[in-house]
C-alpha cells in the first residue's frame, strides 16, 4: 500500500511540477535520505519519471500512470482538503469496501483486523464528515465517488506489481486490499506462480482436486491470499469471476453439487463478488428448482442437460 510518505509526494508533484529531492525533503518535511527511498520506490513502480539537471542534479516529476490520474482528480474535486495527512495506508484499505453501506464488522473480518481497527482508520473521515451512517453501517458520501476511484487504483496497481515481479503476464481479474484474481499467458508464469509462496491456482484449474477434470483452455488463473485457505466456495466465485458464460456455470454447479458446498456460506462469499443473483439461482437448479418463467441472471443449462451432465461426471 502506497505510505504516508509516498503519499506526500505524489501530492506535491501532483500539479504537474518538477522538483529535485532537497526540495521535495524541505517541502514534505522528511529526511533528504527518506525522500531518496520514496523517489526509487515510485520510480521503479512507474510513478515517476525523472531527468537530470546541471551538475547531474535530479529532478522528477509524476507519470500519467492511473494512480497519479485519479488522486489528480481527487484533489481537483476537493482540493480543499489535505489528502497526503488524510489518508493512511490503513484507511485506504477500509476505503475500498465503503462503495456501499457495509458494517464494521464485516469490513473488519473481511480484512482480518478488529474492529476498533476499522474504527481508527475511519476516524479521520468520521471526523470531517466525509461518510454516510446508516444505522450500524457506512459508506463514502456520494460527493467522494473520486476518492473511491483512487483507492480502487492504489489496491490494484499494489496487486499487480505484486505479481508482475513473479509473472510478467500477469493481470488483475478481481481484487480488494487483502486478496487478488489474476490470470497469466504464459507457461513460464504458471511454474514461476507454482513455486511462490501465497499463490494458488483456482477457477476451473482447480477442479480436479475434488474429481472434476475439464479441459483448460490456456493457463490457469492463480489467487493470492496470504494465511488463508482457497476453499471450494472460493473456487465456485472464481470459477463465475472470470467467466460466467453457460458451460462454467455448469461445471461450477457440479462443484457445488458434488461437494454440497453450504448454501448461506456461498451466498454470504458470492456477496463481495457481486455474484449473490447468480449464485442464488444456481443453487435454486442444483437443488431441481428449473424454472423458466423468469428471465435469470445467468444462462442455466437446461434441467435434462444438468441431469445429463451429473451423469456424465458420476456427480449424485
Known amino acids: 500500500m502506497i505510505s504516508n510518505a509516498e503519499l506526500a509526494v505524489i501530492d506535491a508533484l501532483s500539479t504537474g511540477r518538477e522538483a529535485t ?25 512507474g510513478l515517476l519519471t525523472e531527468a537530470r539537471g546541471p551538475n ?21 474535486k476537493l482540493g480543499h482538503i489535505e489528502w497526503a495527512d488524510l489518508l493512511t495506508p490503513a484507511t485506504l484499505r477500509v476505503c475500498w469496501f465503503l462503495d456501499e453501506p ?121 489467487w493470492y491470499t496470504p494465511n488463508e485457505e482457497l476453499t471450494p466456495v472460493d473456487i465456485v466465485c472464481h470459477t463465475l469471476v472470470l467467466n460466467s458464460e453457460s458451460r462454467r456455470i455448469s461445471y461450477a454447479m457440479l462443484l457445488i453439487d458434488k461437494l454440497d458446498i453450504d448454501r448461506e456460506k456461498l451466498t454470504d462469499t458470492a456477496t463481495w463478488y457481486d455474484l449473490e443473483a447468480t449464485v442464488a439461482t444456481m443453487c435454486q437448479a442444483v437443488q431441481g428448482e428449473f424454472d423458466g418463467s423468469q428471465d435469470p441472471p445467468v444462462v442455466l443449462p437446461s434441467e435434462s442437460e444438468y441431469i445429463a451432465l451429473k451423469e456424465q461426471y458420476g456427480v449424485v
Not at 525533503?25 to 520506490?41: F, M, P
Not at 516529476?61 to 481527487?74: A, F, G, K, M
Not at 513460464?188 to 477434470?213: H, I, K, N
Request: charged share 25%.
Open 102 to 222: 457495509r458494517r464494521v464488522t464485516d469490513i473488519a473480518k473481511r480484512l482480518n483486523i478488529t474492529r476498533q481497527s476499522v474504527h481508527k482508520a475511519l476516524s479521520p473521515l468520521k471526523d470531517r464528515a466525509m461518510l454516510s451512517p446508516s444505522g450500524p453501517e457506512y459508506a463514502v458520501s456520494d460527493d467522494l465517488a473520486p476518492l473511491l476511484s483512487f483507492t480502487q487504483a492504489v489496491v490494484t496497481f499494489e496487486h499487480r506489481s505484486r505479481a508482475r515481479e513473479i509473472a510478467p503476464s500477469a493481470t488483475i481479474e478481481w481484487c480488494d486490499p487483502k486478496r487478488a484474481l489474476i490470470r497469466v499467458q504464459t507457461s513460464e508464469d504458471t511454474a514461476a506462480l507454482l513455486d511462490a509462496p501465497d499463490w494458488q491456482v483456482t477457477g476451473l484449474g482447480r477442479f480436479e482436486e475434488y474429481g472434476l477434470q475439464f479441459f483448460l483452455a490456456g493457463e490457469p488463473a492463480f
Open 21 to 45: 529531492p532537497a526540495e521535495l525533503a524541505t517541502e514534505i518535511e522528511y529526511s533528504q535520505a527518506h525522500i531518496y527511498e520514496v523517489l526509487d520506490t515510485l520510480h521503479a513502480a
Open 56 to 76: 547531474n542534479l535530479r529532478r522528477v516529476s509524476v507519470t500519467d500512470h492511473p494512480v497519479i490520474e485519479t488522486y489528480r482528480r481527487l484533489r481537483a
